[in-house]
C-alpha cells in the first residue's frame, strides 16, 4: 500500500523567498510520485513527476522537486516564490494495479505568499 | 485539447432528490476517476474506471451512490438520495493507463445539499 505525509497544512513565505513543502512517501514497490496544485475552484493542475531516472525534476513555474529514496521523501522547492504561487499543494503517490494507475494524495499544503 | 469536462459547475438541491454528475474525459485516455474533496477529509478517490470497467469502488461511501462508464467518453456519478453530508466539490479526472501517467482534472462539481 501507499501513503504521503505532506507536513505543514499551512506554509507562509515572502514574496521572494525560498519555497519548501515537504512530502514523505511510503510505498512497498518503486514509486512514482507527483506534486499537484490547486488554485481556487479549480481542478488540480500536474506540477511535476518523477517516475525513473534524474531525481532531480523541474516543473512548470519555476518548481522543482527531488526524489531522495533514502530519506523517502519529495520534497518540493522554488528559489523565489511569486505571489501567484499561492494554492493549495498536493504530493501524490502512484500504485499500478489491476490494470489501472491509482493516485494516493496527501492532505495538502496551503502555501500563503506575503508582500 | 479541451480538458477534463464536468457538468454541472454548481449543483444545489434538496436533500432526499437524486443527483446526477457528469463527465468526458480527455479523448484517448483509457483510465476514468472520481474524486471528492472535503475540508474535513480531503481528497477521496470514490471509484475508478479502466477501459470502461470499474476496478476499484471501495471508496464509494453508500449504496445510495453509483457510478456508471457507458462508453469511453462519457461518466457519471449519480446520488440517490442525497443528504447534507453530500456536499462537497466531487472531481472527475483521466488519464492514459500506466503507474507514470499524470492525471488530468476537470474543474469540478460544487454540490450542496441542503
Known amino acids: 500500500a501507499q501513503s504521503v505525509t505532506q507536513l505543514g497544512s499551512h506554509v507562509s513565505v515572502s514574496e521572494g523567498a525560498l519555497v519548501l513543502l515537504r512530502c514523505n512517501y511510503s510505498?512497498?514497490?518503486?514509486?512514482?510520485l507527483f506534486w499537484y496544485v490547486q488554485y481556487p475552484n479549480q481542478g488540480l493542475q500536474l506540477l511535476l513527476k518523477?517516475?525513473?531516472?534524474?531525481?532531480l525534476v523541474k516543473g512548470i513555474n519555476g518548481f522543482e522537486a527531488e526524489f531522495k529514496k533514502s530519506e523517502t521523501s519529495f520534497h518540493l522547492t522554488k528559489p523565489s516564490a511569486h505571489m501567484s504561487d499561492a494554492a493549495e499543494y498536493f504530493c501524490a503517490v502512484s500504485a499500478l494495479t489491476g490494470g489501472g494507475n491509482k493516485l494516493t494524495f496527501g492532505t495538502g499544503t496551503q502555501l500563503k505568499v506575503e508582500l | 485539447d479541451a480538458g477534463v469536462i464536468q457538468s454541472p459547475r454548481h449543483e444545489v438541491t434538496e436533500m432526499g432528490q437524486e443527483v446526477t454528475l457528469r463527465c468526458k474525459p480527455i479523448s484517448g485516455h483509457n483510465s476514468l476517476f472520481w474524486y471528492r474533496q472535503t475540508m474535513m477529509r480531503g481528497l477521496e478517490l470514490l471509484i475508478y474506471?479502466?477501459?470502461?470497467?470499474?476496478?476499484?469502488d471501495s471508496g464509494m461511501p453508500e449504496d445510495r451512490f453509483s457510478a456508471k462508464m457507458p462508453n469511453a467518453s462519457f461518466s457519471t456519478l449519480k446520488i440517490q438520495p442525497s443528504e447534507p453530508r453530500d456536499s462537497a466539490v466531487y472531481f472527475c479526472?483521466?488519464?492514459?493507463?500506466?503507474?507514470?501517467?499524470?492525471?488530468?482534472f476537470g474543474n469540478g462539481t460544487r454540490l450542496t445539499v441542503t
Open positions: 474506471f479502466n477501459n470502461n470497467v470499474p476496478i476499484d
Open positions: 518523477y517516475t525513473t531516472g534524474a531525481t
Open positions: 479526472a483521466s488519464s492514459l493507463t500506466g503507474g507514470n501517467s499524470p492525471l488530468h
Open positions: 510505498s512497498s514497490v518503486p514509486p512514482y
